[in-house]
Each structure stands twice: as structure tokens, then as C-alpha cells.
């Protein structure tokens, strides 16, 4: 064999070695925000369907401390359980928490539209930017309006910051987040049966 042929078929591993390690930096996901130290309890959500596993969010009780308390509520009463991820938009995103319109065994056409029986929250607004892993709270275009629906970000999102309250972060199982059903329908709906919330607990 030549040199010049040795030369051609390095150049050309090369190459495939160099598009190869493009392509896999192009899927993998961001990195997780950085911790935040901050006192609270964790929700342990069990999610079931296309993904399977524990999500475990880190609740900000000091940085939002009524909307914290919402979500602990409506964990312990058992109002997040059996409810769905209705709203999936990969590279941004998966909504759930409709307690209203979201369980898994009723009619979910109308979920996100709902909230609990609870009255809305105003804004609690911080400095903290909505990247991976951070967890805000739904709400209408009225800023006070937080109820029960929440948010995950899949990836940073910097048009979001002081918008939303931000509420917690994932510290465990972003391999359950990532693998969550997306949506194809309007607005990321999930169409078919969504991934769910099969429990949602709170750990302190």
C-alpha cells in the first residue's frame, strides 16, 4: 500500500472521527444549572409511561417561599398524582401539574387549562435564570396567576428570567426527564397517551 493511500485513509478516519464527535456534541444536552444552596424540601415525582423513573426537584422555600408551599400541598393531598405531562416542547420545556384537567383517567382534551381550588399566587420574582433543570410555575398572561401547573426547562431559556416564579430545580434523574414523551401537536400538545405523574411525594 502507498503512502499516499495510508495518508488518504488516516485523513479520512480522521474526518469521520471529527463529524462523528460533532454529532454527538449536537445531541447531548446541555449542563444542569448549577446548584443553588438553598433551604427546602424535595418532591419525588415517579413518572411513568415512554419514561420511567424518579425526577427529584429541590424546592426554593426561601427564594419562593408561597408557591413552594403549593406545590408540598398539592403533593401531600395526593392532587399530583395520576396527572400528565400535557405540553412537551423538546429543547425547551415539559409542562404538567393541571390537577384540574390533566389526570391520566379522566378526559385530559382540555389539559393546561386548568388549575386546583386554591387561589392564585402572586409572582414571586428572583435573579435565578431559567436554565436545565430549573423548575418555574405556570401562568396566564397575568403574572399573578401561578396556581398548580409547573415547568421543567429541558435547556436554558434566558427570555423567561424574572418572568416566572422560578420554584425549584432537578438535582436527580434527568435521564427520566429527558426520555418524557414530546409533543407534536400545537404549542408541544402530546398527542396520544402523555407520560404521567404516577406519584408525587414530598421527601424532607
Known sequence: MSRQTLVAGALFALGL????AYAYSQMRPEAPAEPIVTKGDLLEITVAGQAHG?????????IAPRHAERLKTLAASGAYDGVVFHRVIDGFMVQTGDVQYGKADGDISRAGRGASDLPDLPLEASQIPFERGIVGMARSSDPNSGNSQFFI????SPNLNGQYTVVGQVIEGFDVLDAIKRGKGPNGAVLGA???MKTVRVVQ
Do not use: S, T
Open 17 to 20: 472521527a471529527i463529524l462523528g
Open 54 to 62: 424518579k425526577i427529584v426537584i429541590k424546592l426554593f422555600e426561601d
Open 153 to 156: 426547562m429541558f435547556a436554558a
Open 194 to 196: 402523555p407520560d404521567v
